[in-house]
DNA sequence: CGCATATCCTGACCGC
DNA sequence: TGCGGTCAGGATATGC
């Protein structure tokens, strides 16, 4: 399940392999992949076709190419969501297609291509404007943080909260935002809108490391334990990244990257009746908001007015 | 409007 | 070996 930091390792793939070429053609293979792109394939193809890629920057769990004009200025962005199982891939052109092969782009430099794959096509595709927003500054985390089109955001992302890896991210509002919620903590962290970039994974980690409980209200919760939650989620983050990081200096721009971290690293997240690696106490595992939550019972108590 | 839930999707896995 | 049921969850449409 790609979050931050697999988002970012695709990220930085696409910076080393594909910024800097010209998009000769493009296919989409399956109607889902486009459904976000309101005109259809056809227009997403004839806004791409010919155009640069300037840049891979990167906000939250979105990703987005800006394309510019032979004048070098980018006023749209190629956005991709990889969603639950997507990929991309850099491979040459007579690599066979993979099962799931949903979107493929071919350069006019006649290297290798970039494709989309993605199984359960809850990933996608768009090409859209890029806008100027409220929060102002840098889009997100890309290569160029001068240049013109990292100071707007595409349609899509302008309502994405700045993730917590972003230099420009405001802590104190955020604190100050989540106490402006009824709601439980677990649920503001996969509001994109407050924060982004995280889901499930790193909800339950973050949370474990700041010693919170997922439900506890988040209208009562002080400066401290918001920075305790902030804390955890750039370190597990970070960690994540790390162990990701060091695999796309190959050909191969992968989702997976980030697997090596998973199988050692995760203190409660899919550990559910192992121990604690903190007090030993088996982890708990919890139905909520259709999907799962581990917590360790000790260490993350449930308070007495939990927000469930 | 704020908040919560239903929905999209496919393959792995489990019990029978 | 097959088959039905369950699980995985990001973002959004909807409903209250």
């Keep these: ?45 004839a806004r791409t076709r010919g155009l640069v890629v300037a840049d891979a920057v990167r906000r939250g769990k979105y990703l987005w190419l800006p394309l510019a004009t032979a004048g070098g200025d980018a006023d749209e962005a190629l956005v991709v969501h990889l969603g639950m199982s997507g990929q991309l891939l850099v491979e040459r052109a007579d690599a066979p297609a993979e099962k799931h092969l949903r979107a493929l782009w071919r350069f006019t430099d006649g290297g290798e291509d970039l494709r989309f794959v993605d199984q359960r096509t809850f990933g996608g595709i768009a090409v859209v404007p890029l806008v100027a927003t409220p929060d102002g500054g840098p889009g997100g985390l890309g290569e160029s943080p001068d240049a013109a ?56 980690e973050a949370l474990w490391r700041a010693r919170l409980h997922y439900a506890r209200p988040t209208r009562s919760t002080t400066r401290a334990q918001a920075d305790a939650v902030l804390a955890g989620l750039r370190e597990v983050m970070t960690a994540a990244l790390a162990a990701g990081g060091t695999s796309f200096d190959s050909l191969y721009v992968n989702v997976n990257g980030a697997s090596g971290y998973f199988d050692r690293s995760l203190a409660v997240y899919g550990q559910g009746g192992r121990p604690c690696p903190r007090c030993g106490t088996p982890v708990r595992r919890d139905a909520f908001m259709n999907r799962s939550s581990f917590s360790c019972p000790r260490c993350q108590p449930v308070p007495r007015s939990a927000h469930w």
């Excluded at 302008?158 to 009824?182: G, K, T, V, Y």
Aim: without cysteine; aromatic residues 6%.
């Design 1 to 45: 399940m790609p979050e931050l930091p697999e988002v970012e390792v695709v990220r930085r793939g696409v910076a080393r392999w594909v910024v800097g070429r010209t998009v000769r053609e493009v296919d989409f293979l399956h109607p889902r992949v486009t459904r976000r792109h309101l005109a259809g394939p056809q227009d997403a193809v």
């Design 149 to 204: 089109w990292a100071h707007r955001l595409p349609v899509p992302v302008a309502h994405i909260a700045r993730d917590p890896l972003d230099p420009a991210f405001d802590d104190a509002a955020f604190a100050r935002r989540l106490r402006e919620r009824s709601t439980g903590l677990k649920r503001a962290l996969l509001d994109q809108s407050l924060v982004s970039g995280v889901g499930n994974i790193y909800a339950d």
